[in-house]
């Protein structure tokens, strides 16, 4: 092994970061029960129309996703392919570090 | 007391007074949801060529930058994949606010820190490109503008304050703080955007980003602080795994 243990407190650290970053994700859900979570671009079409109620937009998406369903596929696709190469890459270094390099 | 525990303890406030505040927030009926990418058509033609002649020099000498690095420093190439994965990962994620609505971070604090601002230019705008075509987020007309805000300004925030604090603070509250602000300075940008394109008939530009800049403050505090823990603990990971790559980048390894 070439790497340096990693200490107990370094560990708890890092349990740490990961459950506040949970925390901050998952209590919105419980703090607002009746909200759908709405993201989207919708909104903020909805501020434009309010101070420029006559702006037509001038280009629409070459492309859209027929529905909320394939746009989360493709969402999910996204994500996926950037996880991906991220455990590929760790995957990687732990394989060669394993190996004495 | 170590400065580690300090540490964890005035992020476990934060936390606490930022679900205090988004609560009142949302008592106070100021929630509503909110884009992050300008949307397709949504700039007139004279603005989206502006921010598309403002991207432009960052993205020709970025492309040049990336050139000269994978020329130069072959070991690098799968970090910079790795800088792009992430923003690929962050810019999907759409989380929940304590506002009621969601948005998602960028992810750009990590490609500005490792390479610096130009590099992640175009790695920002590839992630911008992959979203206006596959999904409809954001758009090609406004491609200029979604990348000044999210691949250039924000990585130059990330950047500067990286290279401002990384003597005088932990490495780890660097990097937070350099990826923090990235998130946040990218949504300042876009209401400006969008104030410029639309200012208020009667309180002009300022009361226009005013109105842009609510819709989306208290949403994207949160999001920035996740943005700016989850970029610590991909650096934690690369210091360890990947020492030689960090050094080969002038950065300190583990």
Redesign the interface.
């Known amino acids: 092994m070439s790497a340096a243990p990693i200490s107990s407190s370094r560990r708890g650290l890092t349990v740490l970061l990961v459950a506040i970053v949970v925390v901050l994700a998952v209590a919105p859900l419980f703090l607002h029960r009746d909200s759908e979570f709405g993201g989207a671009d919708g909104a903020a079409e909805g501020a434009i129309a309010e101070i420029a109620p006559d702006y037509q937009p001038w280009f629409s998406p070459v492309w859209e996703p027929p529905g909320g369903e394939t746009e989360s596929l493709l969402f999910a696709l996204q994500a996926a392919l950037g996880a991906g190469f991220i455990g590929y890459f760790f995957g990687l270094k732990r394989g060669a570090r394993q190996s004495g390099r | 007391m170590s400065r580690?525990v300090i540490g964890?303890r005035v992020?476990?406030c934060l936390?606490a007074l930022?679900?205090a505040g988004?609560?009142v927030a949302?008592a106070a009926g100021s929630?509503?949801?909110?884009?992050?990418?300008?949307?397709?058509?949504?700039l007139?033609?004279a603005w989206a060529a502006f921010w598309f002649a403002v991207a432009l020099p960052f993205w020709v000498l970025g492309f040049r930058r990336i050139r000269r690095l994978v020329a130069e420093k072959p070991e690098t190439r799968?970090?910079l994949?790795?800088a792009?994965?992430?923003?690929?990962?962050?810019?999907?994620?759409?989380?929940?606010?304590?506002?009621?609505?969601?948005?998602?971070p960028t992810g750009t604090g990590l490609g500005a820190i490792l390479f610096g601002p130009l590099e992640m230019s175009i790695l920002g705008t590839i992630a911008l490109i992959?979203?206006?075509?596959?999904?409809?987020?954001g758009?090609?007309?406004t491609l200029g503008a979604n990348a000044t805000s999210m691949a250039i300004v924000g990585p130059l925030v990330a950047f500067g304050v990286w290279r401002g604090l990384r003597d005088r603070l932990p490495q780890g509250w660097a990097v937070f703080l350099a990826a923090a602000l990235a998130d946040l300075i990218t949504y300042v940008v876009t209401s400006a955007q969008?104030a410029l394109a639309?200012?208020?008939?009667t309180g002009g530009f300022v009361a226009?980003f005013a109105?842009?800049g609510a819709?989306f403050a208290v949403t994207q505090v949160?999001?920035a602080?996740?943005e700016g823990?989850?970029t610590?603990?991909?650096f934690?990971?690369l210091r360890?795994?990947?020492p030689a790559e960090l050094q080969a980048l002038g950065l300190k390894g583990?």
């Open positions: 580690k964890s992020i476990l936390a930022l679900l988004g609560r949302w929630a509503a949801p909110q884009a992050m990418h300008i949307m397709e058509g949504f007139p033609p799968l970090l994949g790795l792009g994965a992430f923003t690929f990962v962050l810019s999907a994620l759409k989380l929940p606010s304590v506002t009621g609505s969601s948005s998602h992959f979203q206006a075509l596959l999904i409809a987020h758009g090609l007309t969008l639309y200012p208020d008939p226009a109105k842009f819709i949160p999001l602080i996740s823990i989850l610590v603990l991909i934690n990971a360890s795994s990947a583990a």
